[in-house]
């Protein structure tokens, strides 16, 4: 049973590790009651409705929005025209958001919204946070953001949930919000002027999606580098590739951490010397393995600053000073900061895709793999020409390999004019992070294919006594003992589908990686 531990939204900032456990429901959201805490939110309130009666010109508020902002809406209307702007964008398509996702989506957007400065009511917080403590979460389709003003189509759909309208996630099913209200008892809430366009004018979507990826990515690098040092064993190749004073004279920090952290796994010390006939030097695939892993590696502290301060940003506009109680007109919404870290990290991450790949290619090819059998075949020699061992999931590597670096276009230069040239420059923020996930699931897979053959070649040097297990790292013969308790030695072809699934999932969720640990 899994123990929630209590997220207290109040001034402090949240991390990524904070967003995911509201993600997965490992935490239990509240949000403060201080005074101090509540009288900031109270005065970002009080002072829109100050300039409300003064009739000062507020964009969204006292004027339509995008390039109608010419546009006077009468206070009278301004509630109706807040109800209106959600239900006009509810036009997103593609698939919908995962549940996870989603929740991440709501904690992300109720961090941006508790400073006062987007001047929404205490009782809109209020309500996003019941609807996580509740478990009801908006359903959200993926397509239909340009990432500026923000993801507004997308989080329309968290605003309609508001109000009563659209489908969200509840009891492991989709259902309609007003029947989900009806049954637990729920009043909708009716949004007031700003605050409609409050939820749906920021970031929230694309950075929660970012959230999801860098903790991915971070995950793919662990695992990777795993995979690279079981290659190393199974191949036995020179493993003084990855001696700590070739790194310290190309020292970055994480590099050099990957580095040491394969030659932990294979056992390395300086003593090391090798063996008669040995090859001098391993192909790229394994030598420069933490040069490649590497770069993702050294790259993640930025992109974890890019996306914790979006986090915990102010994105919308306009913006309402609640402390000199002016309108500030300004453009926060722009996704560029996390439109270029999902830009960079798909790119690093399809890099580690193309490496499995060729460290696959290394283990089937006879001519490479050092006297392990043509594609890992576990047949005895009368069977061999007839079984295939892994050589379809070569080819599914090399697919998986290519569809991922297909995707590393960056999609934030394709920046498009739109919304009667209002929108005339804008991110694609979201678009980068959906790509960036599909890059990282594309990157799993191959993980896990090189995974399965690296314990197939494993078991195939055990059998001739090549290897023992007791002479790997413990990491390794733990992670040899996790997958084989799932998927058995392939002595005669099968299909491999399911397996590579389990291995996927395993990998995906960080089972495998807390479970070799």
């Not at 009806?182 to 605050?195: C, F, S, V, Y």
Request: charged content about 20%.
């Amino acid at each position: 049973m899994t123990t929630l531990t209590r997220l207290i939204i109040d001034e402090r900032k949240l991390t990524i590790e904070d967003v995911l456990s509201v993600a997965r429901g490992t935490a239990l959201v509240e949000l403060s009651d201080n005074a101090a805490f509540v009288s900031v939110i109270q005065a970002g309130r009080q002072a829109l409705e100050k300039l409300k009666a003064r009739h000062q010109v507020i964009y969204g508020v006292t004027t339509g929005v995008g390039d109608s902002c010419t546009t006077p809406v009468p206070g009278t209307q301004s509630d109706d025209f807040a109800l209106n702007l959600l239900r006009f964008h509810g036009c997103g398509m593609g698939e919908y958001l995962d549940e996870a996702t989603c929740r991440a989506v709501l904690i992300v957007r109720l961090t941006s919204l508790k400073t006062g400065f987007s001047a929404v009511r205490i009782e809109l917080l209020e309500f996003l946070t019941m609807l996580l403590a509740r478990g009801i979460t908006p359903r959200i389709p993926a397509e239909g953001s340009v990432g500026a003003s923000g993801d507004l189509t997308p989080l329309s759909y968290v605003a309609s949930v508001v109000v009563g309208e659209r489908d969200v996630y509840c009891d492991n099913s989709v259902r309609k919000t007003s029947d989900v209200f009806a049954e637990l008892g729920i009043a909708p809430l009716r949004l007031k002027a700003k605050e409609a366009l409050a939820i749906m004018n920021g970031t929230a979507v694309m950075t929660a999606i970012a959230c999801m990826a860098y903790q991915r990515a971070k995950q793919i690098v662990s695992m990777g580098t795993m995979a690279t040092a079981l290659l190393v064993e199974v191949l036995q190749v020179n493993k003084g590739h990855f001696d700590s004073r070739i790194f310290e004279q190309k020292p970055f920090p994480e590099q050099g951490r990957v580095a040491a952290q394969i030659a932990t796994f294979i056992n390395y010390d300086e003593t090391y010397r090798l063996a008669d006939g040995q090859r001098v030097q391993a192909t790229y695939a394994v030598r420069c393995a933490p040069h490649i892993l590497g770069v993702l590696a050294d790259a993640l502290p930025w992109m974890r600053q890019f996306i914790e301060t979006e986090i915990n940003s102010v994105n919308d506009n306009p913006l309402i000073d609640p402390n000199e109680g002016d309108v500030l007109h300004g453009g926060n919404f722009y996704g560029g900061h996390i439109a270029f870290a999902m830009d960079s990290m798909k790119n690093a991450v399809a890099n580690i895709a193309d490496l499995l790949d060729r460290q696959m290619a290394l283990l089937v090819n006879e001519r490479k793999n050092n006297g392990l059998p043509a594609n890992l075949c576990g047949a005895d020699a009368y069977h061999r020409a007839i079984h295939h061992g892994f050589k379809a999931v070569h080819i599914a590597t090399s697919a998986f390999a290519a569809e991922a670096l297909k995707n590393t276009m960056p999609a934030s230069v394709f920046s498009r004019s739109t919304e009667s040239h209002n929108q005339d420059k804008v991110s694609l923020g979201t678009i980068s992070a959906r790509d960036c996930i599909r890059v990282i699931e594309l990157t799993e897979q191959n993980l896990a294919a090189l995974l399965l053959a690296g314990v197939q070649a494993l078991d195939l040097r055990l059998q001739t006594g090549e290897l023992a297990l007791p002479m790997l790292h413990p990491t390794l013969q733990q992670l040899y003992r996790r997958i084989r308790a799932q998927s058995a030695f392939v002595k005669e072809d099968r299909a491999l589908e399911q397996d590579l699934r389990q291995l996927v999932d395993a990998v995906r969720s960080g089972e495998l990686e807390k479970a070799v640990n």
